[in-house]
Structure formats: structure tokens, C-alpha cells
């Protein structure tokens, strides 16, 4: 008798084929990616910073921290986000917003969020909108998808920092996730 695979991880393979596809459209080798394919929150950041300080590839290990407590806070579990990026090197210009697309309904991730402005324009293209302007989401395809502001930028700034904070939190209860605390501290931002 032939052992029969769990569909949770017929799922994840069945994600993880699509992704390939999604990257193979834009004439990306491989990755441009990282994290949780089952995750129920998606990342968006625009470039890959797969050189240098890297915390899980796709984002510098400073900010994959600074990211992984800000989705902590409002109750995801720890490493429980699948991260993209919209514009990864060597990728067909023409194809970003189908790969990005293909991608995100690979992983189908009911909350999707943008990092920056660049990832913001990047998603708004791939689901056919206008724009995401920070802190309003938008129902897409299934799925909340928002944008945070300017993450990166928000980290050394505590004034930006509330502003991103108050973008994450307004998306995520839009996709019924409620707060668990009020902000991250700034110890761990």
C-alpha cells in the first residue's frame, strides 16, 4: 500500500511549483523569495537584498527582525510570513507585475503587505489598482492587500515609526487580525 502525502503538504508543493512558475515568467532563476509559502501574511518589499547582512534573505537581518515584531504585535506567529520581492535581479521588467501576481496567488496569503512605496506600486499593478495608499486596505482577488508606508525608512525615526505602525495595524484589521500589543517597543524596533 502506497503511503498517502499529507494535503497540507500537497498544498506547500503545489505553492512552491507555482512559484517557480511565477519567477520562470520573469526570467528569474530562483528565489526573490523567502519565508512561509502557507504563511497567512505576505510581505512585499521592492528589491532583494540577497547580499550582505541577511536575515532571511530576501530582507537585511535588521529589518527581518524589526518586521518579524512588528507582525508579532499583532498576532502572527513567529516566522509565519512568506516575503517576495517585486523587483528581484535579473527580472524581466515586463513581467513583474504577473510574476508578483502568480506569486502572491501561489501562496495565497489572505493578508498582503507592501514595505515600501516602490513594493506599494508594485502590488497596486499586479492586482489591477490605482494605488495603495498607507494604512488603506483594499480587497483584491480574495485577499486584503495594503501598504505599510515606508518600513525601512520608519526604523530610525519614531515619528515615521507610529505612522508605519498605525498603517500595519489599520491593513491587518481589515484581514480580522487584531492587535496584540499597541506598538512594538522601541527596543525591539
Not at 530576501?58 to 512568506?82: C, M, N, Q
Not at 501561489?106 to 495608499?133: I, R
Request: aromatic share 4%; hydrophobic share 50%.
Amino acid at each position: 500500500m502506497t503511503a498517502v502525502p499529507e494535503p497540507l503538504a500537497l498544498y506547500e508543493a503545489k505553492a512552491l511549483a507555482e512559484l517557480g512558475d511565477a519567477n520562470a515568467l520573469a526570467g528569474v532563476a530562483a528565489g526573490g523569495w523567502s519565508g512561509d509559502p502557507l504563511g497567512p501574511v505576505a510581505l512585499v518589499v521592492s528589491t532583494d537584498a540577497s547580499t550582505g547582512d541577511i536575515g532571511d534573505g530576501i530582507l537585511p537581518a535588521d529589518v527581518h527582525e524589526a518586521a518579524g515584531k512588528a507582525l508579532a504585535a499583532l498576532g502572527f506567529e513567529e516566522d509565519s510570513a512568506f516575503v517576495i520581492a517585486s523587483r528581484p535581479r535579473g527580472a524581466e521588467t515586463g513581467a513583474l507585475a504577473a510574476r508578483l501576481r502568480l506569486a502572491l496567488e501561489a501562496v495565497d496569503a489572505p493578508l498582503v503587505l507592501a514595505l515600501d512605496p516602490l513594493a506599494a506600486d508594485d502590488l497596486a499593478a499586479a492586482f489591477g489598482l490605482h494605488g495603495l495608499e498607507p494604512g488603506k486596505p483594499i480587497k483584491a482577488a480574495g485577499r486584503v492587500v495594503g501598504s505599510a508606508g515606508d518600513f525601512v525608512a520608519s526604523l530610525g525615526d519614531p515619528r515615521a515609526k507610529g505612522r508605519v505602525w498605525a498603517a500595519m495595524r489599520s491593513v491587518a484589521a481589515a484581514a480580522g487580525h487584531r492587535t496584540q500589543a499597541k506598538r512594538p517597543t522601541d527596543a525591539s524596533r
